[in-house]
């Protein structure tokens, strides 16, 4: 009564009515305590006998264009006794909220209900009143384009009235005039339709007027009646200011001296003539509020003096001074800071591991320092804060990790970016001399989190930039000091301020870009990857949940399968992290939500969710405001008072927000049934694998081995290619080298060639008459890098260039399954290298089976996971000899050495043309030796070798 629903407004309803309620009770499900799921019910105006008589609305109502707006107060009577007359257009709307309140003899009670308007309706007839009503609908569209010519003048003349009507009553302290930003933002944002929806149900007009809008179809129509209404309205309100004014010009003489005078005293004060104090909303005034506020900071000794002269300062200054508006600043961000603001640390042990053990997988070095932390902390009130570092690859989730650690603290989070930051003033903050001058992002950041004892995340920490501007590098040193940054100083403020409380944790992708200075001062936690079994985990319990509610789907659409899953990580992704596979999961749900929403068009298009003649079933609420009228119906709370001049309709932000959260039931037609995500599905989306494993394929050649390198982004695997061939002995090293891996490429080859016997290479020379030093001074070595477009540098990969050469000097394999590191010395020792578990996972990601360590290393295999150590052969070795040892496979026959016979055919050449041109031989004849011509002869030649021997067997004895 006395209100309409209109599409897209929310309206709060007090159900009283017997039958009303058992409405209520019918689609509300006390198991679940929720409403059942597609419930909806359908809202109509009961016609009061006031609403009866003819009105302005009405009569433009007759006249309207369109088919519908005759109909606009047509009504249709309730079958059954004393049945009230209801209009036959109404509002379908769902349930938001539902609350239930007992009567005072706590035998009676009433629901509460928030609703929000859907579509608009015609209800045909009322098919059932026991033991509520039941009413059939149709469902009715808004007709006419909104690219229509007028209907966008219409909606211009609309919304710059309503913006009017909005400040008239933002002036007179309405309550809808305090709503005028968020109305605002609706009508910028609303399409013609929702726009005279929305501004019909805040006018102040009758019943009859908003109902003959609502029953309006037509745009053009629609948007003309709810033009007339705001113009009404703007008129009122403007003759009621008028009428306002003109009573108030009639004051008496008193009262108009005593205005006059408060004038004066305002303007002698804006213009510095006094010292009093001034009335409300002066100059004056904001002093002494500011004072307050600074009073309240809670300030220590020596940021309240400073403060203290500076205010002293500000009153004695003009406004129109420059330099009040900077000492004004200043102040007030004095008293904005959390000076003796602290936020209480949540000490419960048991509470933060399992919040960090439910938002992150694995990093049990991180949750380990928290709740080491944590401990410690409820031992000792006063301890400072430590200073993290979380170093590792992209995509770990060190970021994640800072929200969480706040959580599990109940602290305040922020996040501070370092990345390209070239400007000390970025962290010191600048001096007030300056024009613009700010305090520096510590600062600010604190100012934002509201507390003293924030968690501070600084991010990308490893990027930070320096210029003619300065270091920023070094002005961090302060902030993470905890000996000095209790004290530190920002340039802005110039007073001290406390950050021992300040729990900060930074973030870097390599620390050898980290001054070291800096470095030293930061506690380091490596976070080296992820193995495949763990981001199996995650992508099951984090990543898959996450990417299906971004997309709008959910578990009744979509199942993944471990298997195809393992398929994305191994043929999908190729990284530390699980970035990367995060968004080919993504992909994956984006496939299946284009089916989801295409079997909801199918649905709808074939009516699947009406039934027959375009009419669904519907609910109807008798929907009475006025309590009282409810014979037998007593309640100690009385109901929502009616305000027809404000707007009824209009809720709560709260209740905004809550209704916009929530979707509208989904229906999909029967065809469909959920997406099981199998391999073969996954490669229909995702297409051929992108990573496939090439180390059979890469070392079943001679002068190829698997090295391991550690990268920024985490540990990858590289293949060293040797090649030798005939030349002069030079050695040729392609691939962006660092001048460190040069020197490892020399020193291999120079220990090769001083180790030939103890390299079992010597027996090669005897086996085949052939000096083999000699032939490698007339070879060339070409070692190469693949990936040449990526520098690489560093001193671990000096036994894998060994192997390498060493595999092209003798002509055998470097077995397939086994990858190694370590730096080497002339003297043939191993040494132990860095990064040895980024190395190994990655490694294991690419499918080896078998690691080659510096025995120093030793130790730090325990880092790595135990479900990898338990597929790999870890073997330790202390000298290069021992090396060469585990990496060919001895058995494997020789059957040919190219870089040798090049050299062969090049001494026959030559031999020949010598020949030749001595007279001695034909040149035409074979320079052959048998086994009776020049058999005297030393038979240095590799054609001497060969006649002796045979060709077959000359090549398998080499």
Request: proline share 5%; aromatic share 4%; glycine share 8%.
């Amino acid at each position: 009564r006395k209100r309409v629903l209109f599409p897209g407004v929310l309206l709060r309803l007090q159900i009283g009515r017997p039958k009303s309620v058992r409405l209520v009770e019918s689609i509300w499900d006390p198991n679940s305590r929720s409403f059942r799921k597609g419930s909806m019910i359908c809202v109509s105006t009961v016609q009061l006998d006031s609403d009866a008589g003819p009105t302005r609305a009405d009569a433009d109502a007759s006249d309207a264009e369109g088919p519908t707006a005759p109909a606009a107060l047509r009504t249709l009577t309730v079958p059954e006794s004393d049945g009230p007359e209801i209009y036959q257009v109404g509002t379908v709307a769902r349930v938001l909220q539902l609350s239930r309140v007992n009567g005072a003899d706590n035998q009676t009670f009433q629901f509460s209900l928030l609703v929000e308007g859907v579509a608009r309706v015609h209800i045909e007839d009322v098919i059932r009143t026991d033991p509520y009503h039941l009413a059939r609908v149709n469902w009715l569209t808004d007709e006419g384009s909104v690219n229509d010519t007028q209907v966008r003048a219409l909606s211009i003349n609309v919304r710059d009235i309503s913006r009017e009507l909005l400040d008239l009553q933002r002036k007179r302290n309405s309550p809808l005039g305090k709503k005028t930003k968020e109305l605002i933002d609706n009508l910028e944002r609303a399409s013609p339709g929702r726009l005279a929806d929305l501004l019909a149900a805040n006018l102040d007009a009758s019943v009859a007027e908003k109902q003959a809008v609502l029953a309006e179809l037509h745009l053009v129509p629609r948007l003309r009646h709810t033009l007339e209404l705001l113009n009404r309205q703007v008129e009122v309100f403007k003759i009621s200011d008028k009428i306002q004014s003109e009573v108030e010009g009639k004051l008496k003489t008193t009262q108009r001296e005593f205005y006059l005078r408060q004038q004066l005293r305002a303007i002698n004060e804006e213009l510095g003539s006094m010292n009093g104090k001034g009335g409300a909303g002066s100059e004056q005034d904001e002093m002494e509020q500011l004072e307050e506020a600074l009073e309240k900071a809670g300030l220590p000794q020596e940021a309240k003096a400073a403060a203290d002269r500076e205010l002293q300062r500000l009153r004695q200054m003009q406004p129109s001074q420059p330099e009040y508006s900077v000492i004004r600043t200043y102040l007030e961000l004095m008293a904005d800071l959390p000076w003796a603001v602290s936020s209480k640390d949540n000490l419960d042990i048991t509470n933060a591991r399992a919040t960090l053990d439910g938002d992150h997988h694995a990093l049990d070095k991180v949750k380990k320092r928290i709740i080491e932390f944590l401990a410690v902390r409820s031992l000792k009130n006063d301890m400072k804060g430590p200073i993290l570092c979380l170093a590792g690859p992209p995509g770990v989730g060190k970021t994640s990790l800072g929200k969480s650690v706040a959580d599990a603290l109940g602290r305040s989070f922020r996040r501070l970016a370092l990345g390209g930051v070239r400007d000390e003033a970025e962290i010191r903050g600048h001096r007030r001399t300056y024009i613009g001058a700010l305090p520096g992002n510590v600062i600010q950041t604190l100012k934002k989190a509201g507390t003293n004892n924030p968690v501070i995340l600084l991010d990308e920490v490893d990027k930070l930039g320096r210029d003619v501007r300065g270091d920023p590098g070094s002005a961090l040193l302060e902030v993470l000091d905890p000996e000095q940054n209790d004290s530190f100083v920002d340039h802005y403020l110039n007073v001290p301020f406390d950050l021992s409380k300040v729990l900060f944790i930074a973030t870097a992708n390599r620390l050898d870009t980290i001054p070291g200075p800096l470095l030293d001062r930061m506690e380091v936690i490596e976070l080296p990857g992820y193995t495949s079994a763990e981001k199996h985990e995650i992508a099951m319990s984090h990543l898959i949940p996450k990417q299906i509610e971004r997309h709008g789907i959910t578990g009744e659409h979509i199942e993944f399968t471990p298997a195809a899953v393992d398929l994305v990580i191994g043929s999908y992704t190729r990284e530390a992290g699980v970035r990367s596979l995060d968004r080919q999961l993504a992909a994956i749900c984006r496939n299946v939500a284009v089916k989801v929403a295409e079997s909801r068009d199918r649905a709808f298009a074939a009516g699947e969710v009406e039934l027959d003649d375009n009419a669904v079933v519907a609910p109807v609420v008798d929907h009475d405001h006025h309590l009282e009228e409810d014979a037998g119906l007593g309640s100690s709370i009385p109901p929502p008072p009616l305000d027809e001049t404000e707007g009824a309709a209009i809720a709560s932000a709260e209740e905004v927000e809550a209704a916009s959260a929530l979707e509208p039931p989904l229906v999909l037609d029967a065809n469909f049934s959920r997406q099981v995500v199998t391999p073969e599905l996954v490669s229909e989306i995702l297409g051929p694998a992108r990573f496939e494993s090439e180390i059979a394929q890469r070392t079943a050649v001679p002068g190829v081995a698997t090295g391991m390198a550690w990268t920024q982004v985490g540990g990858e695997i590289l293949f060293i290619e040797a090649w030798l061939h005939r030349g002069s002995g030079r050695v040729q090293l392609t691939g962006q080298l660092g001048s460190v891996m040069q020197e490892s490429v020399r020193a291999a080859l120079s220990f090769i060639r001083g180790n030939l016997s103890a390299l079992q290479l010597d027996r090669l020379g005897d086996l085949a008459e052939v000096d083999l030093q000699e032939a490698l001074s007339k070879a060339d070595l070409h070692v190469h890098f693949p990936a040449g477009a990526v520098p690489k540098d560093g001193p671990s990969a000096g036994v894998a260039v060994t192997a390498a050469i060493l595999s092209a000097l003798s002509g055998r394999c470097v077995r397939a399954d086994t990858a190694c590191t370590g730096e080497i010395t002339l003297r043939g020792l191993v040494l132990p290298v860095g990064g040895i578990k980024e190395k190994v996972l990655a490694a294991h990601r690419a499918g080896i089976a078998r690691i080659l360590l510096p025995k120093r290393n030793e130790k730090d295999v325990a880092e790595i996971p135990d479900s990898v150590r338990a597929e790999l052969e870890v073997v330790f070795v202390s000298d290069i000899v021992e090396a060469m040892a585990q990496l060919f496979d001895t058995h494997t026959k020789v059957t040919s050495v190219p870089w040798l016979r090049e050299i062969e055919e090049s001494e026959r050449q030559e031999r020949r043309r010598g020949r030749a041109l001595s007279g001695k031989v034909n040149p035409m004849e074979p320079d052959d030796m048998g086994p009776g011509a020049e058999g005297s002869h030393t038979g240095h030649s590799f054609g001497a070798a060969r006649d002796l021997c045979g060709p077959a067997d000359f090549i398998s004895l080499l």
